[in-house]
């Protein structure tokens, strides 16, 4: 159950609901030690905190994780590695200045760089206890320190602009709401020995392969709870549970070629993950798929249409766009990037079809948990749905509390924790107008090869190493007139870059969720895309020559 505090303010009026919400955290605040000790001491600092005749912070915010991780790997059906974590880290905001110039957004002085943080560059592990005076003092230490160092922060900052011709530079931290929400306080309890047979089970698969050199299953688990306090009078505490689990492999072609492929499942709630039998389906499926490609020829080199299967596509979209969409101004004493996506607004960098709009409030996608769901972002933010390419023009950016130019509010996407937050995607997704179905694509293939008097087309199935969002083309297929497909292998894009994706022909209607992990997760999810033309070419180096003797496991199955 969740505790709305916020909505409640809005339903009783502004002043009512300011009150029953103090009354609330005033209630959340007997029950919750950490709560109390993040506010209690977050109030001394603000009353208190001033060197002789030096400023005081105009704003202060302290964030708080309490998490307990477990952790589980196999090879082969054997343990590998396990372990169970608690812990409570702390990271502070302190600001000196004002909203308009304070000590963040600075990169010149003597090789340092706040870039568009404020005073909390480094954590502080926690009392794992729930002691109130230990947590107090754990959070007086570190709120000190962290002024004491952006203070002189500051003063290095004016100094540095004071030589330097400056116009036109936006506030350094943008105004925000006070946020009031606190969910039920999640404790987690997790059992290693669960993990540690999934993961066990899980990978026995892979006895049934021989000719997979290498491979490995990992599971894990973590929940608790999200702490953020500040003097905006923000009140937040999320909680809940993210679980993972991944697979890999690994093969050697004659030639000494190594390919890897892997998977990885996400969710919530250990319900929301396939079955076991499933998880084993897909290993076997990704090793079998892994032994069919490295026995497959090799492509020399290409020149023309690719088509990327829905898989593929997402995971080049990506790369290509996953971190290119974040808005905030460049730091002082720095020089901004000329491919920066904020010299591109208002311009077309998409295929007039395509939208792309970023929504975190989404949390399921086509049967699949979004792994880039939040209520509220890791400044507090109300988590909101941005349009940002409308009929392939770029209308706007990602943006945290770090304003820009153009923009000056943040549109509920920092992420990254307290005094570290970015803006950053959160649940990514695309779609085209009209969209095209399966049958269709490919016809668009053979028909732009007849026009560029090619021989066949490329459809490129998998990247491999799918999780990270990167690779090579592991699955390819050349795409004969006739409806015939030849499996191949062994070469890379040679690039990929904005000017490809504008000349994208079309895309389908069936998207692919690629969820990624990190510590916050995030989301992309998109459909097949064709590309007008890119250029792949024979990956050519030095192989390390394959092993000696065959595996093992040769002898087992022969036993």
Same mark, same amino acid.
């Given at each position: 159950m969740r505790r709305i505090v916020g909505m409640a303010i809005i339903a009783l009026g502004w002043a009512q609901g300011l009150a029953w919400a103090g009354d609330e955290v005033a209630a959340e605040m007997r029950q919750d030690v950490v709560l109390r000790a993040l506010v209690d001491e977050l109030e001394r600092n603000q009353a208190g905190l001033k060197l002789a005749d030096l400023e005081r912070p105009y704003f202060i915010e302290f964030g708080l994780t309490d998490t307990v991780r477990a952790y589980a790997s196999a090879d082969l059906g054997a343990i590998t590695g396990s372990n169970l974590v608690r812990g409570r880290g702390l990271t502070t905001d302190v600001r000196v200045g004002s909203y308009t110039l304070d000590n963040s957004n600075f990169s010149g002085g003597g090789g340092l760089s706040f870039g568009g943080r404020g005073g909390g560059m480094t954590g502080a592990d926690m009392p794992i206890e729930d002691d109130y005076n230990a947590i107090r003092q754990a959070i007086w230490w570190t709120a000190d320190r962290d002024y004491k160092g952006v203070v002189e922060q500051l003063a290095q900052k004016k100094a540095f602009m004071e030589s330097k011709m400056i116009t036109d530079k936006p506030e350094d931290f943008s105004r925000a709401p006070a946020t009031v929400y606190l969910e039920e306080r999640a404790a987690p309890t997790l059992d290693l020995a669960? *993990?540690?047979?999934?993961?066990g089970d899980l990978s026995t698969v892979f006895r049934e392969f021989p000719d997979v050199q290498n491979s490995g299953v990992s599971v894990g688990v973590s929940g608790g709870n999200k702490y953020l306090v500040n003097t905006e009078g923000t009140r937040l505490r999320t909680g809940g549970l993210r679980l993972s689990i991944s697979a890999s492999a690994t093969v050697q072609a004659d030639d000494g070629m190594k390919l890897g492929d892997s998977l990885a499942v996400y969710g919530r709630k250990f319900e929301e993950l396939p079955t076991l039998d499933e998880l084993k389906d897909r290993c076997r499926q990704m090793a079998r798929r892994l032994i069919d490609v490295k026995n497959a020829p090799v492509l020399t080199s290409y020149t023309g249409p690719v088509l990327f299967e829905p898989e593929a596509a997402a995971a080049i979209f990506a790369r290509q766009f996953g971190g290119a969409l974040a808005g905030g101004q460049r730091p002082v004493g720095s020089r901004s990037s000329p491919d920066d996506f904020a010299n591109k607004l208002g311009k077309r960098i998409l295929p007039r079809f395509i939208n792309v709009v970023d929504d975190p409030a989404q949390e399921i996608v086509a049967g699949?948990? @979004? $792994? /880039?769901?939040?209520?509220?972002?890791?400044?507090?933010? !109300?988590?909101?749905?941005?349009? %940002?390419?409308?009929?392939?023009? *770029?209308? $706007? %950016?990602? $943006?945290?509390?770090?304003?820009? !130019?153009? #923009?000056?509010?943040?549109? /509920?996407?920092?992420? =990254? =924790? @307290?005094? #570290?937050?970015?803006?950053? @995607?959160?649940? *990514?997704? @695309?779609?085209?107008e009209p969209a095209t179905d399966a049958a269709g694509l490919k016809q668009e293939l053979l028909d732009a090869c007849a026009d560029e008097g090619l021989e066949f087309g490329i459809r490129i199935a998998s990247l491999g190493a799918v999780g990270d969002g990167g690779g090579n083309p592991l699955v390819m297929y050349k795409v004969y007139p006739d409806g015939r497909e030849e499996l191949v292998r062994g070469a890379e894009i040679a690039r990929i870059d904005l000017k490809a994706f504008k000349r994208v022909l079309a895309a389908g209607d069936t998207p692919y969720v690629l969820n990624m992990g990190g510590a916050d997760g995030s989301t992309v999810v998109v459909p097949a895309l064709l590309f007008e033309e890119l250029d792949l070419a024979k990956i050519d180096r030095d192989f390390d020559k394959p092993p000696l003797l065959p595996n093992p496991l040769r002898r087992e199955r022969a036993q």
């Open positions: 669960r *993990l540690e047979t999934l993961a699949t948990p @979004v $792994m /880039g769901h939040y209520v509220y972002d890791d400044q507090a933010v !109300k988590a909101q749905a941005v349009k %940002l390419i409308e009929g392939g023009k *770029l209308k $706007m %950016l990602l $943006m945290s509390r770090n304003p820009s !130019k153009e #923009f000056k509010q943040s549109n /509920g996407h920092g992420r =990254g =924790g @307290v005094a #570290f937050a970015r803006a950053a @995607v959160g649940c *990514l997704t @695309v779609t085209a």
